[in-house]
């Protein structure tokens, strides 16, 4: 990540020892289901540091994983929009299945939320230092499988809690959306932001699909606390695995999982799986088990 893309937002970086640092973050959240059309909708929002009322940078990169080999995954971009922005008046959502940026602070505003000028016939964006290999790119790069988003905001409000900023939408059901290091910029000051994976809501295990495994993770578990094999998509309560988890996997069952050769794992059909599951949530009966060696 480049210097110069975050101080062409505006930032004047100084180095003063009293300084209060910036601490803003990073949140993915997958759609709890699949869209109309059978696609995962990814929401990327960034919370800045609320003692900082100033502009925002962001330098992020993104692929998404494949939940099978079988199974091949990619971004969906919409060909009508101008440098894969979202240009739209009225800051409507664009149509169809694709990969955008919110571009304005409220639907009507005007008020460009992620650009650089501030001004709505202005498209502006933050040059930054691609990772996949394209050089510089100016806002949205979509590409295949990887999205990298180089932003800049002068618009950002004090106290603002969190700021919607990438809606990526991936083919399928299933697959990890794996986010790369990448870099925050707000009052002047750099943050690092830490290479993560996202999963399915239900993929328990965290590979990339949700199926017989997750299964076993949730009926073994169930009305206890997350074991140390919960390595995916995390328990609505660490502390006590119950119905929300349930609701999860049985929404997503079979997400990431191919009948076709190649998929690398045994599952149980979908329909009888679940039937299972609701039976058992109905009554009361999905209770902690061991397994029998």
């Known amino acids: ?62 692929t998404i994983t ?27 959502a664009p149509a169809g299945n694709d990969t955008w940026y919110y571009n304005e602070t409220a639907a009507g505003s005007n008020t460009l939320l992620w650009n650089t000028k501030d001004v709505v016939s202005d498209f502006e964006q933050n040059p930054g230092a691609n990772p996949f290999g394209a050089g510089t790119t100016n806002g949205l790069y979509v590409s295949g499988a990887n999205v990298f988003a180089s932003l800049g905001s002068v618009v950002i409000a004090s106290g603002t809690t969190s700021v919607n900023t990438l809606q990526i939408v991936t083919q399928g059901k299933g697959g990890i959306l794996h986010m790369g290091a990448g870099v925050l910029g707000q009052g002047g000051v750099q943050t690092s932001v830490t290479a993560k994976d996202f999963f399915v809501p239900g993929d328990f295990d965290g590979d990339g699909r949700v199926g017989n495994s997750d299964f076993n993770l949730l009926s073994f578990n169930f009305n206890g606390p997350k074991p140390a094999g919960w390595t995916g998509f995390q328990p609505v309560n660490p502390a006590q695995i119950g119905t929300g988890d349930f609701n999860n996997l049985s929404f997503n069952f079979g997400s990431g999982v191919s009948s ?34």
């Open 1 to 62: 990540m480049s210097w110069k893309s975050l101080l062409s937002a505006g930032f004047a970086v100084c180095f003063l020892s009293s300084t209060v640092w910036a601490a803003p973050s990073v949140t993915v959240t997958p759609s709890a289901t699949a869209n109309a059309s059978g696609n995962r909708v990814w929401t990327v929002k960034i919370t800045p540091d609320p003692a900082l009322p100033s502009a925002l940078a962001a330098e992020l990169p993104f």
């Open 66 to 92: 494949p939940g099978s080999s079988s199974l091949p995954m990619a971004i969906v971009d919409d060909a009508g929009h101008v440098n894969n922005t979202n240009t739209q008046a009225g800051g409507g």
């Open 260 to 293: 076709g050769a190649g998929s690398g794992s045994s599952v149980p059909e979908p329909t009888s799986a679940l039937l299972v599951l609701s039976a058992l949530s109905v009554s009361g009966l999905l209770v902690r088990t061991r397994r029998v060696r």
